[in-house]
């Protein structure tokens, strides 16, 4: 798997030879390629759930059997992955060597995350919800089926990276303590003497007084909401731009059961061209909505207008990634009494976050906003049903029933508009998922990203961010100094063509973090230049090999490794105990 390599690709100011066992290139043997991400091509993955009317998987089914149309038109189907292809078992590296390439981090094939929501869900849900997660574990852990454990509260945090233990992930689990929403839950203030609660009799002044006390109270709560919401929007919008970090460049489609008892936005594009026929077949509760419950649904119709841009390239990145998210409601069978709240002085008592939960929408509109997002990314919503253990044994289900096709998109204009995507089976009598589109954008025509702090957020995640692919070596070279060997995967660069050569541009970043948790040393180099064709070819061939040397302080326990592309903003990320 290592090998010592003599010679290095030298690359003038930037690399140099470097001395002991070096990183080599590694080749996947597969029959089945893995579909991973590549910053240079256009390539449009889709996940296809095909089961009979029964709701059974189909197996068998060959590319010819798909026909897939983008906005109407037919395209050419270039990959195809069936169910289940692709799976193995996770090499493991020596001390000192890191590495978030797909081989290390999964078995392949397809992945489930299963997210407890803290930021949209009060904490009596969240702990019904452990329990379920405890008892579906305990039922159907020993299928063997790789699953990771995340949480969301300020961020989005990793309890368990994929395993396929049970025992393992049964202890992920069980450490997690529920908690309340990370917002605000200060109650509405009280109402004072001088606005009519002290020993004022009866009659016309006291009555404008408490109208008045009630009208402030109703001001304070209307603007705490509306804050709330802000809140709950971004650190949403971050969980999905860090969940697609995280498993971009793993294989397979990435179920993602996201537990939550509302969520503050959807994914319908408000420009997106469908017909009457269409939306009912899609969505066929968005008819039989009351007036009542559009009023309420307007929260997320609000945010998608405050954070449009920022929607659009979370739900891109989720696309990118092969996300399907399998929204889980965690108030189970609701009867409809649990939103009927009042504003009376004798429920100050309640926290505000229960409150603006309640009046951020009803049962209904909150569910469509589920299923809205569940069917826009491929997935399924699972509502108003008490067991929420069979909403993750439903998204497991479909993963045998999940095929992967590839295509290349006729309309080269990456112009961020919205795509429609329409997958056909010829075989009679199915049943046919997938998302409904995807917005084509280009990540290097993006001017307000925020690369760094981009970066600096990934390293916080204790997970690898996938989306560009390395290893990584650590080595003393001395007292108090380690150098760090960098061997990344040119294939997940961008590289620009530059009068006839390839110009690339990318960041590298080694850190190293003390046992506290602080950052001890810190150093990143750029490599920013233009190679000739028989130097790019290398490059492509054995890797992009960069070295950063480190003085270390007593003390330094784990270091962690980013690589930036500064054209497309992709990240790659790994962390671990610092080696010998």
Known sequence: MFCNLRMAITIALVLTMVTGPILSAQQVQSDVPPVTIRANARLVTVDVVVTDKKGQPIPGLKADDFTVEENGKKQKVSVFVPPGAGQTSPAQLPPGIYSNRSEHLSPGGPLMVILLDAANSPFSDQAYARLQMLKYVQQQGESGRPMAVMALTDQLHVLQQFTSDPQILRTAIKNYKPQAPPIGTTGAPPVSAASGGGNAGPGAGVSVALDNAAAAIGNFEGAQVSYELERRTIITIQAMQSL?????????????????????????????????????????????????????????????????????????????????IYPVDLRGLMSGMEFRRDDSASRQAVDSTGRAMARMSDATASQETMREIASETGGKAYVNQNEIKDGVALAVA???????????????????????????????????????????????????????????????????????????????????????????????????????????????????????????????????????????????????????????????????????????????????????
Not at 284 to 306: D, F, H, N, R, Y
Request: some cysteine; charged content about 25%; overall charge neutral.
């Open 398 to 580: 479909e993963e045998q029933a999940s095929y992967t096709v590839g295509y290349y998109p006729e309309n080269k204009k990456w112009d961020g508009k919205y795509r429609s995507i329409k997958v056909k089976v010829a075989r009679g009598d199915t049943e046919v998922r997938c998302r409904k589109g995807y917005f084509a954008i280009d990540s290097t025509q993006i001017k307000d990203r925020k690369d760094e702090q981009d970066v600096a957020m990934a390293l916080q995640i204790d997970a690898p961010a996938t989306q560009i692919s390395f290893m990584a070596q650590t080595k003393s070279t001395g007292p108090g100094k380690v150098r760090v060997v960098f061997l990344v995967d040119a294939h997940t660069l961008s590289a620009e063509d530059s009068g006839g050569n390839k110009k690339m541009n990318i960041s590298l970043f080694a850190t190293v973090y003390g046992s506290d948790g602080k950052m001890v040393a810190n150093r990143s180099i750029k490599v920013d230049r233009p190679f000739d064709a028989a130097t790019y070819q290398q490059i492509l061939d054995k890797g992009m090999m960069v070295p950063i040397d480190l003085d270390v302080p007593s003390g330094g326990k784990d270091v962690r490794l980013a690589v930036l592309d500064n054209k497309t903003g992709f990240i790659g990320t790994v962390s671990g105990p610092l080696g010998p």
């Open 244 to 324: 697609s970090r995280m498993l971009a460049g793993l294989p397979g489609r990435k179920s993602v059961v996201w537990l939550a008892a509302v969520l503050p936005f959807d994914l319908i594009p408000e420009e997106r061209n469908i017909s009457e026929a269409e939306l009912q077949e899609v969505l066929p509760s968005v008819k039989q909505k009351s007036l009542g419950t559009i009023s309420s649904g307007s929260m997320a119709t609000e945010q998608w207008q405050s954070h449009g841009e920022e929607i659009r390239r979370a739900e891109a990145g989720l696309a990118s990634a092969g996300i399907a």
